[in-house]
């Protein structure tokens, strides 16, 4: 039986002004973890995965797990998402745009304070870095994937976060090489020739491909926007900073970011123990259940997506579940889940339909290989909240907005047993080390 939180959290609304960021102390609450692999799924709200048949795996996750059933995602679309999740700001980014690889001249969103975003069109995004603004997060949103009202729910359509000055424009990886401890982006699909320059890829070709060089000649012609984009770099967030493209440092670059298969993939990486103290895990767009519409019926966009079960195309829903399960056994099978502590995260981009009376909340899971399991925890948290619990357990600085006061650190789902450990608790406490031991 779950065992449910009897508190309830909340965020803030911040009416004006800017709001705390940059990078501030270490946060406190959850147990020093070894190893955390975080898997993104995609643009399905909580309503949509939870009790869904199609998903039978997922859900035996949510009964033997711990759960958020009050997390929402920030914003739209989802590359926003994504940058939140690694670095606790949109860095001025609301679109899905791709980087403009390697661009020394560009202007960032932060240092000009205008937000990249869909409507009104923006150009590829300048890579990350400095410091500057970042764009503020309005509750309601009819200019951005929408246009007019009733417009988009970012968060519960209700809340909404200022624009932050002194936002730092770098990621949980800048940190972790910062530290010298190690991090990997594994992208399904991801072409041999690695993660530079690619935009989109089915696995072999790329937006780079030149298709007039095949001979024969192909009948008829194929460009770029042929390709099943399966990996799509708008689910690649570390290859938006310039600290990544441009190596800046040791240890982190381009060359971090990996496929699934072959040497140095994902399962080669766990079969073997070899795998680094961050794993950020994003199945191609059939598997994550994006969905693409030149990929065939069971990869099919849902064909009416409104927020509920119903209109869902149910083999899509299959083939994330599928994917859950094999990224999933795959971890717990590999030799190094058991040694230290050690968590999976598995959680939602966004909410696809968030038009009210839907917000955007979305499924959080949180696995361990310790402490306590079946916790249903109704506080309610963030993807700034999921950044600002890993970087506790891997004893690292907050980042910009998780680093704001209102943001909660999840020692329900994170911590040893039920109720969560104090604040304070930290690993090396005997208190604590008892409690492991126990």
């Not at 399905?44 to 048949?53: D, E, I, T």
Request: net charge negative.
């Amino acid at each position: 039986m779950k065992m449910r939180t009897v508190f309830m959290g909340f965020l803030s609304v911040v009416a004006g002004g800017c709001a705390l960021a940059a990078e501030g102390p270490v946060p406190t609450g959850i147990p020093n973890l070894d190893h955390v692999w975080v898997v993104m799924m995609e643009n399905h709200g909580y309503g949509q995965v939870v009790n869904n048949p199609n998903l039978p795996y997922i859900n035996d996750l949510v009964s033997l797990a711990n759960t958020a059933t009050n997390y929402f995602a920030i914003a739209h679309p989802s590359l926003t998402n994504y940058l939140e999740v690694v670095g606790g700001s949109n860095f001025g980014i609301l679109s899905d745009n791709s980087p403009d690889w390697h661009d020394f001249d560009c202007t960032t969103n932060l240092s000009s304070g205008t937000a990249n975003t869909d409507t009104p069109a923006s150009p590829n995004i300048c890579p990350i870095s400095g410091t500057g603004t970042d764009a503020a997060m309005v509750a309601i949103d009819t200019t951005n994937e929408t246009s007019g009202p009733p417009g988009v729910n970012n968060i519960d359509g209700v809340q909404s976060i200022a624009a932050a000055a002194n936002t730092v424009g770098k990621t949980i990886a800048d940190q972790l090489a910062e530290a010298g401890r190690a991090w990997k982006s594994y992208q399904e699909s991801l072409p041999a020739v690695g993660a530079d320059t690619v935009d989109t890829s089915d696995g072999v070709y790329t937006n780079n491909t030149n298709f007039s060089a095949i001979a024969p000649a192909l009948t008829p012609p194929l460009t770029s926007s042929d390709i099943v984009a399966l990996y799509a770099a708008k689910h690649n967030p570390f290859a938006y900073f310039s600290s990544v493209q441009e190596a800046v440092q040791p240890g982190s670059d381009l060359t971090n970011v990996v496929g699934f298969d072959g040497a140095g993939g994902l399962y080669a990486d766990l079969a073997s123990g070899s795998v680094p103290v961050y794993s950020f895990i994003a199945p191609n767009q059939c598997n994550d259940q994006h969905g693409r519409g030149n990929a065939g019926p069971f990869c099919n966009y849902d064909p009416t997506d409104n927020g509920t079960q119903a209109g869902l195309n149910p083999a899509l829903m299959q083939l994330g579940d599928a994917a859950v399960r094999r990224i999933v056994t795959s971890i717990k099978k590999s030799p190094v889940w058991n040694q230290g502590r050690n968590a999976i995260a598995i959680v939602w981009d966004e909410d696809d339909y968030s038009v009210s009376p839907t917000t955007n909340k979305v499924l959080l899971i949180v696995d361990t290989n310790y402490g306590s399991h079946g916790v249903e925890s109704g506080t309610f948290y963030t993807h700034f909240s999921l950044l600002k619990s890993i970087e506790a357990g891997l004893g690292l600085p907050c980042l910009n907005h998780a680093c704001d006061s209102s943001v909660n650190v999840m020692a329900d789902l994170f911590g040893f047993a039920y109720p969560a450990p104090q604040a304070s608790a930290r690993p090396n406490d005997p208190g604590v080390e008892r409690a492991i031991r126990h």
